[in-house]
């Protein structure tokens, strides 16, 4: 686990987009988010209080968060510099970075020598267990979608965040980087080896009361076939009792397989849920969440409406809406 | 890829289910096999020339494989002089044990000073790219099983054999270590990186001659939820135009999973098939290949007639039966 909460560290991010994964903690864990730093020529800017490492410090952040991409794949020696000094600080470093803290000698030294951790949250650090595909208490809840990156992650915050409103219990189980660096813990399922994928899942998502829902992260797609591997370890290791639908209506075809279509929503349930039915044969279809940032809001309501029409399940964008419709329909299972 | 011939080493096994991967290659590529290499006490026996270092050396063999299981996970001294003689006369070590060849810090130097490679075929030492999907030439076949451990392997190698004493173009694709120690080469997919797996089958199945059919080694099932993930990496990245269904009837539930009951074939089929063809739109199921070694000869024969006619498909036991009517089905396609 990554001790919380964080600094922000933006560095000279070129602008908000390479700030993502910053994006993601202040929206989704602002009580996570003490401040951000930023250096000269930054681009990006989170709209929260800009502190130094020691006014962060003295506010309570335990870890700079590198929330952001680095030009060129290097950890620039004006970044060392800052990240030294946080370490001296006594800052853990966080990092979702492709280049890795733990590769970088002059960072693991100060470390060291201060007794800080660095988490490179893209590497998997656990010895994860084969699956044993036990039933376990508590309940589970995956979305599936279409293709890669339509919006599963922010289902699953959505929809944990609703329920923690409304007073139930429910954890958000991240399988990502960003995911991992947002709540602080998770599997980083992309790095793991195959053999222990399901097993990762398992771990991720232990026996619970029996009213407690995790929301597990989706990845990939069952039809994006460079990760339905992946997506697979999900629907099985997962267990899951209840499935999202996860759809992007105005992709054109699969993310990065210009000769692949997207299958339909049809196709997606009627493939998703005899294979989840493998390790719960108690799963069900509950809803499906349509990420429409693409269309016009008069569109997306005509379009969530004729949907809803179709599949007869509740249908909505969990940011553009709520997600409170899918979060009702997880009571009813 | 490993240089072939081999002498097999099977030290001092205890038994012949201890030389497991040693019967195999001997079976499956006697050409491989120039002679066996055993020491005091060794209880296995390949039925084969037992062969000093050097007479092995000298009658062609390039790589020492150890083709056996340790006992406890540790390379005694007993194996190490034999291993680092070898090395010293010129041979490469080949080697499917846990515990790595590379973690030997004296086998390590031993393989430097005398310029010879240390082939650990568990580990996967070639970083693969992530899977694009873009359609192949030639053609691809694929045993997928109700279950692991069904014959998968041997179908595929018995597939091959078959189509090769025909003439025909063909090529066995291994995924497990005991198929890469048996043909000198393939992806240890079990130790692939997630993110890899489908890209990593791409990279082993690449484009061929349009009457080249190639038989990729099958892992797992999709109905075992411990390596689901696994074998769906086969499915897409190996993008089959022809499946086989795998099957061993005395099974009384899925290995390794108490609770979890065997698919029937029908299930299996209809699982298998729509997923298949998410990668290539033409596959078709074209054969089953049962696993009758716990059966009687007339039971056999029995259950397979029943199952043909059940199915309408061509069913053998590629050992028992041979494998020469599942090759004529991939004719027809």
Known sequence: MIKTPYLLFLGDAPDQLAAKVAIGIKDWRPENAVAQFRMDGCGADLGIQDMTLAEAKAAGARTLVIGVANRGGIISDAWKSVLKDALAMGYDLASGLHNLLRDEQDLVDTAVANGRKLHDVRVADVQYPIANGKRR???????????????????AMAMDAEMRKRGMKSTFRATGQTGILITGGGVPLDAVVADFMAGSVEYLTPDNDVDHWDHIEGQGSLFHVSYSGVTMALVHGGQPDALILGHEPTRLHMRGLPEYQQPSLEELRDMALPLARVSNPGCQVVGISVNTQHLGS???????????????LPTVDPIRIGAGRLVEALETI
Chains 1, 2 share one sequence.
């Open 137 to 155: 208490s508590g309940k589970r809840c995956l979305t599936v979608g279409t293709d890669c990156s339509v919006g599963k992650m922010y289902t």
């Open 298 to 312: 008069d569109e997306a309501i005509t379009y969530l409406a004729e949907v809803e029409e179709r599949m007869g």
